[in-house]
Nanobody, 112 residues
Framework: QVQLVESGGGLVRTGGSLRLSCVAS????????MGWYRQAPGKQRELVAT???????NYAASAKGRFTISRDNAKNTVYLQMNNLKPEDTAVYYC??????WGQGTQVTVSS
């Protein structure tokens, strides 16, 4: 079992920035792909970005150029730097460990 604890969400105005963090509770973090997903009210959960064990990254089209995923294996932590936020980025953001485990989510609200 893996516990994932997300933080960094909040309320921000259009054009603002937030940095999300997700700390994993177990070893082996450096060997797995980590991801950020989001779910807006009334919508399905969708991929935002992933980062592989080799630091390769993948972004949803909506995140490219504005969001950056990174990891610190020494801290078992994955980050999502979000810049130029838009109201349509409003959602609960979830961390995912190796396509198996989910965090509890952190709310991001972008006001217009």
């Amino acid at each position: 079992q893996v516990q994932l604890v997300e933080s960094g969400g909040g309320l921000v105005r259009t054009g603002g920035s937030l940095r999300l963090s997700c700390v994993a509770s177990r070893s082996g973090f450096s060997l797995v792909t980590m991801g950020w997903y989001r779910q807006a009210p009334g919508k399905q959960r969708e991929l935002v970005a992933t980062i592989g064990s080799d630091d390769s990254t993948n972004y949803a089209a909506s995140a490219k150029g504005r969001f950056t995923i990174s990891r610190d294996n020494a801290k078992n932590t994955v980050y999502l730097q979000m810049n130029n936020l838009k109201p349509e980025d409003t959602a609960v953001y979830y961390c995912r460990f190796a396509s198996m485990y989910w965090g509890q989510g952190t709310q991001v609200t972008v006001s217009s």
